[in-house]
């Protein structure tokens, strides 16, 4: 017993002393010198702009009654767009930045320059979206939004409204709303690849399209990828008021409502719901889209047997990987490094530092955002630009320790 205590104190010490689980500095484009290999930032200098985009005429989830007829709103989704760039400049800011409290505000700092003219070229940059957790924010993964531009990527990152750190509500808006926001933003970048006016127009592949959800976002990307959600879930009057969420039990439902393009892989990080029947297997047997499931094997909010590599294994007419960072929690990957803020503000109804909502307590952050990171490369390399030589690193690499990779071909 006194030598496992002895493992676990200095695993906990190293975690810390790093200072991969507070940035001092608070960078979201951090790089430790042991990363494996396509960590690394790409050859194109990237900027940013943010935007906010309007689902029209949608159900005002919050607002249901069940005695009266669906209530109807204009959904807003403020955007955080990463995009090639013809500039020689690097570095900026990203400014009034909520924390998980909904109070607490930073300022991120990282690679892509603000408002940088777009680098036009003679090809089109695929798409990859990425959806945060709830509660969360757009800024919450922005270290893939940097990375996977600087690689010759658009990527777009979603605030997806009632499930923001400042305005977190009803769970069921967040169940309903998620594969569709992901969706939608799909077919705004399409269309804004259209627009003679629009600063993206003619940059965007949006029939190359990658999506990357944590948490809850996992949970939208398994339907997106064709995952049917039970009948008894989308029955409850709790999670489904006036059984709004059948147009998720059936593929064929969703895609009438939601109809257009479609994602040719998703990366589901600890993605939710299979631990409490959001899914059973004939559901998960009808994702199709390719798929890389990233999680802690210690995940206490998704579960990981009965969660997450019960996804994995049970989407089983889906080509699919499954990398188990080994005694992580559910922050695996996903969260950037806690801003420095964090170290001093007390968690929301807890006696943690603010910092445990980003951090874990075993895994550097930082180390498992270049992991993630490299992964991200290589399977959307291998996927969205058909880039065969990316095949070979999507297995572990050198010093992968504490790693586990499995990939499990299609029936």
Not at 144 to 149: S, T
Not at 167 to 187: G, H, I, W
Not at 205 to 226: F, K
Not at 372 to 387: D, E, M, N, P
Request: charged residues 20%; proline residues 5%; aromatic residues 10%.
């Amino acid at each position: 017993m006194k030598q496992l205590m002895v493992i676990i104190m200095f695993m906990f010490s190293n975690a810390f002393a790093a200072g991969g689980n507070i940035s001092s500095d608070n960078r979201i484009d951090g790089m430790r010198p042991d990363a494996p290999e396509l960590a690394a930032m790409g050859n194109y200098n990237i900027g940013v702009r943010s935007d906010v985009f309007y689902h029209q005429n949608q159900i005002d989830v919050l607002n249901i009654n069940e005695e009266e007829d669906f209530p109807y709103y204009d959904r807003p989704l403020p955007v955080e767009i990463w995009y090639p760039a013809e500039t020689m400049e690097s570095g900026g800011e990203y400014k009034d930045v909520f924390l998980r409290d909904g109070k607490t505000k930073a300022t991120l700092y990282g690679s892509a320059v603000r408002g940088a003219k777009p680098l036009k070229t003679d090809t089109k940059f695929p798409l990859i979206i990425i959806s945060h957790g709830y509660p969360g924010n757009r800024y919450l993964m922005s270290h893939f939004g940097e990375n996977l531009a600087s690689k010759g990527y658009i990527v777009v990152s979603i605030d997806h409204t009632d499930s923001l750190y400042n305005d977190a509500a009803a769970f069921s808006s967040t169940l309903y709303n998620r594969p569709r926001d992901q969706k939608f933003v799909l077919m705004k970048m399409a269309e804004l690849n259209q627009t003679s006016d629009h600063f993206l127009n003619g940059m965007v592949d949006s029939d190359n399209a990658g999506l990357i959800g944590y948490s809850m976002g996992g949970y939208g990307a398994v339907i997106n990828a064709g995952g049917n959600i039970t009948e008894m879930v989308a029955g409850s009057k709790d999670f489904s008021p006036k059984e709004i969420l059948n147009t998720h039990t059936k593929s064929d439902e969703f895609d009438h409502h939601m109809s257009g393009l479609h994602f040719k892989a998703i990366m589901p990080i600890g993605p939710w719901g299979k631990e409490l029947g959001i899914w059973d297997d004939a559901g998960l047997s009808n994702a199709t889209v390719p798929m890389f499931v990233i999680g802690g094997s210690q995940d206490d909010t998704s579960g990981y047997e009965n969660g997450i590599k019960a996804i994995y294994d049970k989407s089983v007419n889906a080509d699919r990987y499954l990398l188990t960072f080994e005694n992580a929690g559910h922050n695996a990957a996903a969260p950037i490094p806690a801003p420095k803020e964090t170290g001093s503000v007390e968690y929301p109804d807890s006696e943690r530092p603010l910092y445990g909502h980003y951090a874990d307590a075993v895994w550097d952050t930082l180390r498992m955002n270049n992991i993630a990171q490299h992964y991200a490369t290589a399977y959307f390399g291998k996927i969205l630009k058909k880039q065969n030589d990316m095949e070979r690193h999507l297995m572990l690499f050198e010093d992968a320790k504490g790693l586990k990779l499995d990939h499990t071909p299609a029936q």
